[in-house]
């Protein structure tokens, strides 16, 4: 399971957002292959490293082109939080971005992503002004630039394989911000719709930090945010923000986490714990139990003592046991306890790695267990029954048994 993880404190938008891609190691030829199955033309990518308050990554300039000259030189523009310059000479509805990305030949599950993005925008957009969401006409984030921008990270988190997004910090920063509708404070009204009940931070910087493109990726994606991940870390990337910010640094950071790789690189498994009650059972009676349970595929059996109702003395008796052995350890308990029920509870489990050795030693072979992460540290245990064969003949004490195999274990490795 791929996982991204974003970290925003400086917020986060539609071409930081690029950025951050490409710094995680996708291909910018990739991404426009995808991009020209859109109707739309006279843009380009650019991308290029960069750096803001001393962090250096990658920064994305979409760039437009009218009359094979870059329109930007003579539309009217908005500069948004980052410094990305929005063309709104053409205002583009949601109903016709929509049939656009969905009439194309992007994958499914691009397509999926790309409408749902643009469709909370849409809601947020449209409760600011009060008409439904198929009326919605955008102003910046119908720019093309912006459609680039939300398809772009469709396309980046299908290319990245990405199950889940997780949004551990977003700040929307302070101060107003220049729009289509003049003076508005930050967060935008847009913006303060899409973030409705997720924990946000505000006036690091007295600029607008988070945009309604990038509040919308992250909402449309249905970000956790706040949430927790763990595994192995596949990638990380920096995005670039357009403005230098002398309060903040203008980037954002991303991972790419592989959660079905335990990041200690710990084995995984899955067991089933067992247990019982028991206070009419004599202490033999029980030690035989126990020894049933593994016979019969338990991993582990120990006893905790209880005291039970009416005062009664006795103890519940635990097991642990893959799937695979449950019925077996169950019928176990009702074969040689005089217990009237099972109870049981799955667990998730992380274990060191296993492997047996056998040490050849003066007193015969001893075997043993190895386990352990190769990266950070080695445990060996000396099986009982061996150790007690040669403290019997040796006369001496299990613990000078395994000072002695210790010793020897240490020469052979």
């Not at 596949?234 to 357009?242: C, E, L």
Request: glycine share 8%.
């Amino acid at each position: 399971m791929s996982t991204l993880l974003y970290q925003c404190p400086a917020g986060i938008s539609g071409d930081m957002n690029l950025g951050a891609m490409i710094a995680l190691g996708l291909k910018p030829e990739a991404i426009e292959a995808e991009l020209r199955k859109l109707p739309y033309s006279g843009w380009s990518l650019h991308f290029e490293t960069d750096i803001r308050q001393g962090i250096t990554g990658t920064r994305c300039d979409v760039i437009l082109r009218q009359n094979s000259t870059q329109a930007h030189s003579n539309l009217m523009v908005d500069v948004h939080a980052h410094g990305h310059s929005h063309a709104h000479h053409e205002h583009r509805g949601f109903s016709e971005i929509r049939k656009a990305i969905e009439s194309s030949e992007l994958s499914a599950r691009v397509k999926a992503d790309a409408v749902a993005c643009f469709r909370v925008l849409a809601e947020a957009e449209g409760a600011v002004h009060g008409i439904a969401p198929a009326e919605v006409h955008f102003h910046e984030v119908g720019a093309i630039d912006s459609i680039i921008d939300m398809v772009g990270a469709a396309i980046c988190w299908d290319l990245l394989g990405v199950d889940r997004i997780v949004c551990s910090t977003l700040e929307v920063g302070g101060g107003t911000v220049k729009c289509a509708h003049g003076i508005m404070p930050v967060p935008a009204p847009a913006t303060a719709r899409l973030l409705k009940g997720t924990p946000f931070t505000a006036g690091a910087t007295d600029k607008e930090t988070t945009t309604p493109t990038g509040a919308a990726l992250l909402i449309g994606k249905h970000a956790e945010f706040g949430g927790k991940t763990s595994g192995a870390q596949i990638q990380t990337g920096i995005g670039i923000g357009q403005r230098e910010d002398p309060n903040i640094a203008n980037a954002v950071y991303v991972s790419l986490i592989d959660e079905s790789k335990p990041g200690n690189h710990y084995e995984q498994d899955e067991v089933v714990e067992l247990a019982t009650n028991i206070d009419d059972m004599s202490a033999e009676a029980i030690s035989y139990l126990c020894e049933q349970l593994l016979a019969a595929g338990a991993v582990d059996v120990w006893q905790i003592p209880a005291t039970f109702k009416k005062g009664r003395l006795g103890c519940v008796v635990h097991t642990l046991a893959p799937s695979d052995s449950v019925s077996q350890v169950e019928a176990t308990f009702f074969k040689h306890s005089r217990t009237l029920g099972v109870r049981r509870q799955d667990w998730k489990r992380s274990k060191l790695s296993r492997e047996l050795l056998t040490l050849e030693t003066p007193w015969g072979p001893v075997h043993v267990k190895k386990a352990g992460d190769p990266n950070t540290l080695t445990r060996y245990k000396f099986e009982y029954e061996d150790c007690r064969r040669i403290a019997r003949a040796e006369n001496q004490s299990l613990e000078w048994v395994e000072a002695e195999l210790t010793k020897l274990l240490q020469r052979t490795k």
